[in-house]
């Protein structure tokens, strides 16, 4: 199918784009990799009446290392966060997004602003507690990633907002593991295990609307606990529900074990 009819604007700064979608009044849609929202248009499961194509806009690929974090402009490719050894949980997160002429065009802001529940940066944008900073019509606002999900492919964001930048926190410790069913494919639970001083944190993709943190898991481990335990934990605390791809104990099953694969690499014991 094709796409139906839309304008197209190219903007060469952040408050024209902002301006463009705040006069689209909630029909226009930002371009960025295009990686997903080009299939939905074509789809015509989208029908933006502008399309408001962020890719000439200047200092949005930038990539800021500092000695927490690393700072990843809106546009920064998944190629780049792959290729990059500043961050290795997120340059492992990014080596498992589709293929690599997917990674070479969709961006890091693209990404967290589709919002879909079994990708892979969002996850790690909540398991790291990554700051996005948003420019809207009033200027720029700071959102915890955790606040920005807010279900299945929606966000906190507002329709004449944007994404420019993530600031993703590098843990001291991280373990990370995927089960997908194909290498490219979208995956069917993702768990990344991030430490910052003491205490580990757990955080599960592809089992519910959005990235959940494991609070059972963490006060398993915090206690002392086994991984066999904690990954007990996780898989019983989710709400996932079945699908085309999965029933409920298998999603349940696939949890606990990426659970504990993710902790092997971190340290506690089975
Ligand atoms: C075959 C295939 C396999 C894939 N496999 C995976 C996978 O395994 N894991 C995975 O995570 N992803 C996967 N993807 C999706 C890919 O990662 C996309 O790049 C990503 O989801 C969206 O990034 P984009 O830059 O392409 O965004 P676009 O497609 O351009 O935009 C996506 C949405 O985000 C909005 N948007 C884009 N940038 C911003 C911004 N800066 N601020 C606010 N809103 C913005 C757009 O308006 C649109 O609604 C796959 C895609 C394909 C086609």
Known sequence: MKCAPFDYVRPSSVEEAVTTLRQAAGDGKILAGGQSLVPVMAMRMARPSVLVDVNRIPGLSSV??????LRVGALTRHALLEAQDEHPLLAEAAGWIGHTAIRTRGTAGGSLAHADPSAELPVVAVATGATVTVAGPDGLRE???ADLFTGMMTTALADD?????????RPDRWGFAEFARRHGDFALVTAVVTGFGDGLRVTLGGVSAAPVRAHAAEEVLAGGGTARDAAQAASQEIEPTADLHGSVPFRRAMAAEMVRRALARVGPGE
Do not use: G
């Not at 800021?64 to 974090?69: F, H, K, L, S």
């Not at 907002?161 to 926190?169: A, L």
């Open 64 to 69: 800021e290392v500092d000695a927490r974090a």
């Open 161 to 169: 907002e944007m994404i420019t930048s993530v600031r993703f926190p």
């Open 143 to 145: 959102l915890d990633a």
